[in-house]
């Protein structure tokens, strides 16, 4: 069966009749004599739009037949009756955008398979385009499968034709570029299509991807290209031609702050390990609270834990996020005993997720302004204590 979507594709209203209404998980499953709404295949999404004002987001073929989904309005009754009259209504902005990106793709295939090679974009993208310039047709005819019509032109294909098709066969026509069977909504002219850009080609599996864009899609990212430009005029302190020419200088110069950074900070986990390591042999504490805000990424932790010469101690370290959303990073290391008793349950205080076994205990925390609480825990685990070391 050719659909009413197939037969005019630039219809947005179709009044039809109910065949059938089921009740389905969520909504009902609904068929009409006809349908402006395309169903799901060859290669093109379904359309959405409406039905007496009940809400379709899909529509599916199965055979001749097009299935549609409606949404339960709340009321859990079936929205139509058997044989009942009804106005259908297309989401036409989706179906055009839809129209637009299978009708290019046609013509983009047909001027790879025609003449060039796959790593020539910019001719190709050039031929289409001038195509489109050109107001090139595009015609939609329909013949039953047995037509001689079909047989005669070896230049027709089955492109995009779902294998279940049954019953008359339509055949999409670029004027002057091909002819192939298809099943999906089309433009009537290539000056519909506005534009075309093609992006890339990926090679995979023996195939050639090129990826694309048609029509409004092509403005929609300009204009967001447009607007990230703009804010790089900003960040950057320059016009777009400098761009990346001064992006690679904050690059650098990020990456020798982060060297300098890692410096210091290991020159500071030591120092504090080195100061630790002092009282090894006179006191030295049964626990060390330290608590910094170098991120996640600093190595200050693994740097200081290294270094550190108390095998009885127990550490309990964070490492907050700079952008001061409390989350950050959380070790605890010491006797298996004592990791097991008291990593848990400070994880679940800092709201955290990580694990431990034997003498170390790991976590991403979220809420590290429960600390206090945490630290409080410790200080109860470890009570006939006196020495201690907390900053």
């Given at each position: 069966m050719v659909f009413k979507c197939q037969e005019d594709s630039f219809l947005q209203e179709f009044q039809t009749k109910v065949v059938s209404c089921e009740n389905v998980a969520g909504?009902?499953?609904?068929?009409?004599?006809?349908?402006?709404?395309?169903?799901?295949?060859?290669?093109?999404?379904?359309?959405?739009?409406?039905?007496?004002?009940?809400?379709?987001t899909s529509v599916v073929r199965k055979g001749p037949t097009a299935i549609h989904f409606v949404e339960d309005d709340g009321t859990n009754s079936p929205p139509f009756a058997v044989g009942e009259e009804v106005l259908q209504r297309v989401e036409w902005s989706r179906r055009f955008d839809h129209m637009q990106q299978h009708s290019g793709q046609h013509l983009i295939t047909a001027i790879f398979d025609r003449?060039?090679?796959?790593?020539?974009?910019?001719?190709?993208?050039?031929?289409?385009?001038?195509?489109?310039?050109?107001?090139?047709?595009?015609?939609?005819?329909?013949?039953?499968?047995?037509?001689?019509?079909?047989?005669?032109?070896?230049?027709?294909a089955t492109r995009g034709l779902p294998e279940d098709v049954s019953g008359p066969l339509r055949v999409v026509t670029i004027a002057g570029v091909e002819s192939n069977m298809c099943c999906g909504t089309h433009v009537r002219n290539l000056s519909q299509l506005q534009t075309i850009k093609l992006l890339s080609v990926e090679k995979a599996k023996g195939k050639c991807l090129v990826h694309f864009l048609v029509g409004g899609r092509v403005v929609r990212k300009l204009s967001e290209c447009y607007e990230r430009?703009?804010?790089?005029?900003?960040?950057?302190?320059?016009?777009?031609?400098?761009?990346?020419?001064?992006?690679?200088?904050?690059?650098?110069?990020?990456?020798?702050?982060?060297?300098?950074?890692?410096?210091?900070?290991?020159?500071?986990?030591?120092?504090?390990?080195?100061?630790?390591?002092?009282?090894?042999?006179?006191?030295?504490?049964?626990?060390?609270?330290?608590?910094?805000?170098?991120?996640q990424e600093s190595d200050f932790i693994n740097t200081f834990l290294r270094l550190v010469k108390l095998?009885?101690?127990?550490?309990?370290?964070?490492?907050?996020d700079t952008d001061g959303s409390g989350k950050g990073q959380l070790v605890l290391q010491g006797k298996p005993d004592d990791v097991a008793k008291l990593g848990p349950e400070i994880c679940t205080l800092l709201e955290g997720k990580g694990n431990g076994k034997g003498t170390r205990f790991n976590a991403k925390v979220n809420k590290l302004k429960n600390l206090?609480?945490?630290e409080k825990l410790v200080r109860e685990h470890f009570p006939s204590i006196n020495t201690a070391v907390e900053k």
């Open positions: 909504g009902y499953s609904v068929v009409f004599e006809n349908t402006i709404l395309f169903p799901e295949g060859g290669g093109q999404p379904t359309d959405h739009g409406s039905v007496a004002g009940r809400k379709v003449e060039f090679n796959r790593d020539q974009l910019e001719r190709v993208e050039s031929i289409c385009n001038q195509l489109i310039v050109d107001c090139t047709p595009v015609q939609v005819q329909v013949y039953e499968p047995n037509d001689p019509a079909l047989k005669s032109d070896v230049t027709r430009e703009v804010q790089l005029n900003t960040l950057l302190n320059g016009g777009p031609a400098s761009h990346i020419e001064l992006a690679k200088k904050l690059q650098t110069s990020v990456r020798s702050t982060q060297r300098v950074a890692k410096k210091l900070t290991t020159e500071l986990a030591t120092a504090e390990a080195e100061k630790l390591n002092a009282l090894r042999d006179n006191g030295p504490p049964k626990y060390v609270l330290l608590h910094r805000s170098d991120g095998p009885d101690c127990f550490f309990f370290l964070t490492n907050a206090p609480q945490c």
